[in-house]
């Protein structure tokens, strides 16, 4: 369970060449609290970096106007560490990011791309049921480690041909660490194929914004109705759009106003929440789906 929210509405935040900030995964249960810094909001080195995860993106400009000046890995750094590993203790709430996605899954030999994959979390999870997703991310050392684990890792800076046009592409908790959120849902549709099908998460609601999302580097929370608006602008059709984890938005408020202010998850604490509460929280989400929640999922298609 992620909690992020951030930054003004993405209409209003500054363009920039690059699409990318540095993305980490992260879980919360009980929430977290702080105030954002110019610091913690570090873009992906100005460039359109394989963030491009779920890890990533066109009546647009050329892709090279977009990106801007080329960077290393060596002028970035993760922010979270410490989070995104945490994330694998998540068990349920793992599992239902994956059921998400498996769902959409209509051929075995559909192509699929795990944006902003990070270590590879959601790709090992989709892999145990035999589905095996292309990886998109930005961080040369995850790179190194999702090659050892045998999965192809897409370059950003290539353009696919039709042929390598996927049929879906799932992105989790990564949104938010995107500066040109709208620029990067257009890169995403580009790289769908017609009637291919894009799964998003995201943390939820400006209210909810602690200090978690500051330490892992997120611009903002989302309003179902703002990435709504994000994707069809994009020129996706919004097939399903619903606030999760109703019990989560509560947990995420009172961390804020009486937790701890440096973001870190407590391990022990996110264990309870996923085994005990989540299920809970994941049912009620027929009844609070339009209303709110700690997260945003939203199921578009293009045409």
């Known amino acids: 369970m992620n909690t992020g929210v951030g930054a003004p509405d993405a209409s209003t935040a500054p363009r920039a060449p690059n699409l990318f900030s540095p993305h980490s995964i992260t879980v919360v249960a009980p929430g977290s609290l702080g105030h954002r810094s110019a610091a913690s909001r570090r873009n992906f080195a100005d460039v359109v970096a394989p963030q491009c995860s779920r890890t990533t993106l066109a009546a647009m400009p050329s892709i090279e106007e977009l990106r801007g000046p080329r960077v ?29 996605v498996e769902k959409h899954v209509t051929s075995p030999d559909l192509r699929i791309l795990d944006f902003g994959a990070g270590r590879g979390t959601y790709a090992d999870m989709l892999a145990e049921r035999n589905i095996i997703p292309d990886c998109l991310e930005p961080d040369a050392e995850l790179q190194k480690l999702l090659l050892s684990k045998g999965y192809k890792v897409v370059d950003c800076e290539a353009e696919p041909s039709e042929s ?22 257009e890169h995403l549709t580009s790289l769908l194929r017609p009637g291919g099908t894009l799964v998003i998460y995201v943390p939820a609601l400006e209210m909810l914004f602690t200090a978690m999302d500051t330490k892992v580097g997120h611009y903002r929370r989302y309003r179902r109705t703002q990435l709504n608006r994000i994707l069809r602008n994009a020129g996706l059709e919004i097939v399903e759009s619903r606030y999760c984890d ?12 009486a937790g701890s202010d440096d973001g870190t998850i407590n391990t022990r604490a996110l264990k309870l929440y996923d085994r005990v509460v989540f299920p809970l929280s994941k049912l009620l989400q027929s009844v609070t789906g339009k209303l709110f929640g700690k997260n945003v999922l939203v199921v578009a298609t293009k045409a």
Not at 246 to 257: C, M, R
């Open 246 to 257: 109703p019990i989560g938005f509560f947990a995420t408020l009172a961390y804020k106003y």
């Open 72 to 100: 290393t890995s060596s002028e970035f750094a993760y922010t979270g560490c410490d989070n995104l590993e945490a994330m694998t203790e998540a068990v349920n709430y793992n599992r239902f990011l994956i059921d998400c």
């Open 164 to 185: 390598e046009m996927y049929g879906l592409i799932y992105s989790f908790n990564v949104f938010e660490h995107i500066k040109n959120d709208q620029e990067a849902s």
